[in-house]
Structure formats: structure tokens, C-alpha cells
Nanobody
Framework: QVHLVESGGGSVQAGSSLELSCTASGSISSINVMGWYRQSPGKSRELVATITRGGITTYADSVKGRSTVSRGAWNTVNLRLTNLKTEDAATYIC???????????????WGPGTLVTVSS
């Protein structure tokens, strides 16, 4: 069993910043990619930002230049969003690509999500 615990969501004003954190626990041998997706009501889940074990980052165009994804501890990923816009409001969901043993295939685990609301 692998669990993801997200924190840092909440209500913020447009133009402000927030930081989300996600910590993985359980039967994990190695982590290949950690990242954040988001989903708003009536919309598909979309990529926000990811970071590989080697530190390669990927950002959605909508947040490029005002977001930073980083790894803290080996099992933690952080996302800092600045200059928040009303369209950033969504449930932010942590995603983990990992191996359970050195020889296992890669698995994907999603977190339950943390809600971010942005008021103008």
C-alpha cells in the first residue's frame, strides 16, 4: 500500500501565493516522478507540474513562470504558485510514479486532492 498526503490548499486572494506539499509513504523502493495535476468541476484533469528523480521539471503553459515544483525529502514534492489567478482554482492532486521493489514495474498512485479556491 502506498499513500499520498497533500497539504497546503485553502482559500487565497488573486495575486497571492501558496505552497502545496505532498508526502508519499508505504511500500516504495524508488520514486521516478512526482508531480501535481489539477481538476476543476466539469473539466478534465490537467498537468500542472512534475519533477523527475533527476530533477527534470515540466510545467503547464498556464503556470509557467509563476510556479516552482521541487523535491524536499526523497518522498516529498512541493509546488509553489505565485500571482494566483481565479482560473487557478481547482482541486490539486498529487501523482506518484514509483517502484515497489527494484525489479518491479512502475506503478502510479494518485492522492485524494487538496482544494484551492481563489477569490478576486
Amino acid at each position: 500500500q502506498v499513500h499520498l498526503v497533500e497539504s497546503g490548499g485553502g482559500s487565497v486572494q488573486a495575486g497571492s501565493s501558496l505552497e502545496l506539499s505532498c508526502t508519499a509513504s508505504g511500500s516504495i523502493s524508488s520514486i521516478n516522478v512526482m508531480g501535481w495535476y489539477r481538476q476543476s468541476p466539469g473539466k478534465s484533469r490537467e498537468l500542472v507540474a512534475t519533477i523527475t528523480r533527476g530533477g527534470i521539471t515540466t510545467y503547464a503553459d498556464s503556470v509557467k513562470g509563476r510556479s516552482t515544483v521541487s523535491r524536499g525529502a526523497w518522498n516529498t514534492v512541493n509546488l509553489r504558485l505565485t500571482n494566483l489567478k481565479t482560473e487557478d482554482a481547482a482541486t490539486y492532486i498529487c501523482r506518484l510514479e514509483y517502484k515497489r521493489t527494484p525489479y518491479s514495474p512502475e506503478w502510479v498512485q494518485w492522492g485524494p486532492g487538496t482544494l484551492v479556491t481563489v477569490s478576486s
